[in-house]
């Protein structure tokens, strides 16, 4: 009988609620002071005013860590993925492909999820630059080079990127 595996949440994620919890904690003790008796509550509105700014410095300020809490795994498989990118103009299923590949990067898949989701990439500017190259150094008919950018053997471009590479070639 074949034991079923727990799936963990990722530590970035209990980070974040960690975060959220703390953010509401603080704000749930600055309404207590609100009931305070008159004479404290003229001093508790300008503290409570100066509380309200700090909150959003405090919530401002645990944005920064958050980012701080993605795994390292994670930035480095962004930082390949942004290299296969701008280098080689690869299509988005190619770089996921390459970072999860055995014979490539060996990335976890979750970590490459989270390259794919954070790159900023130009997709039909990549699919365009990969015809370009089929075109020059290849001299591949505009049918052949769309084969072989939407091929599943080949770039992996879906057919609009590919369609807007065949569009935009001389």
Do not use: R
Not at 129 to 146: H, V
């Amino acid at each position: 009988m074949e034991k079923q595996e727990k799936k963990k949440m990722p530590k970035w994620a209990i980070a974040v609620i960690i975060v959220l919890v703390i953010c509401v904690i603080a704000g749930a003790t600055g309404e207590t002071k609100n009931a305070l008796g008159d004479d404290e509550n003229k001093t508790n509105t300008q503290e409570n005013v100066l509380e309200d700014s700090d909150t959003t410095s405090v919530i401002e300020d645990t944005q920064e860590p958050v980012e701080d809490t993605v795994p390292t795994e994670y930035k480095n498989a962004l930082t390949k993925a942004e290299s296969y990118s701008k280098l080689m103009h690869m299509s988005k299923q190619g770089i996921y492909d390459q970072l999860t590949s055995e014979y490539g990067e060996k990335f976890p898949a979750d970590a490459a999820q989270y390259a794919i989701d954070n790159i900023d990439a130009d997709w039909n500017a990549n699919a365009l630059a990969k015809a370009k190259e089929y075109q020059e150094t290849l001299s591949m008919s505009k049918q052949a080079i769309y084969d072989q950018l939407i091929s599943e053997y080949g770039e992996k471009f879906t057919p609009e990127e590919a369609q807007y590479a065949i569009d935009n070639l001389d």
